[in-house]
């Protein structure tokens, strides 16, 4: 892959972003169009670094789910940022995060797709796609959050069917764990414990449009849960597991959760 390409690649969509986003600011109207060119730009630029374009396999085509759902969620998040200052600064850690998610596409694809086939690559290689796997479960964590508060938003504020906001909810999970479970199983289990995460986390955002609670609580609920599940996951995937490791994921996830339900100021509905 052409090394200036790949930097063109990543770079050109998040400044196409940062410029689309400021433009935004004194032209809403241009909200939906403007939308759809970066969602355009992000997608083209990462089949190109998937290597879709050149190898045209169709595992390549699983690293536009990331992308995707980030830009959606993360410019529904953008609407609520109204205070100039804050969403300059939105607009800025965004388009950031977004050239992370790009270059991650490129690293990961690499090791998947080199020579043909994945690959078990050792030493400093191999921590390198352990790096590049770990920031795609930050990433999918991220993403996960703003989706889930925004369609938390969507029933508090504007009394969307709670029925229609799972379905969505639970197809959006189901996508984005897979794209990160591809990365450690077999495309059966990824299949597998995908639908078993998402199904697990429908329930549990469900679960929690009874609750009092706002809808940034309920969302690190869910991303607390998540971050517990996927990192189980992982190291079950690599053969890591540990009974310390399970301790330590549920005390962190367990922690967090209570945290939030103390601190959040309860509303009842």
Known sequence: MNSILSKIAIAFPVLAAIISLEIIQSRPDLFWPILGVILGLTLISALYLSGFL??????????LILPFFYIASAISVFVLAQKSYIAHFFILSAASVLGLALY???????????????????????????IALTINQALVLLTIFFAVANLFGLIYLLSFPVWQILII?????FLLVYQFFNEIFDRPLAYL?????????????????????NYIANAVIVVSSLYVTLGIFNHYGHKTLTLRLIKIYFFLGGFTILAVLLSNQWTPR
């Open 54 to 63: 050149k190898q045209k396999k169709l595992a390549g085509l699983f690293y």
């Open 104 to 130: 991650n596409i490129k690293t990961l694809s690499k090791y998947r797709f080199e020579s043909g086939q994945e690959v078990i690559l050792k030493s400093q290689e191999d921590k390198r796609k352990h």
């Open 169 to 173: 909810i639970t197809l959006i999970i």
């Open 193 to 213: 414990y995908s639908l078993i995460t998402a199904l697990v986390l429908g329930q549990i955002f469900w679960s929690l449009t009874f609750w009092p609670t």
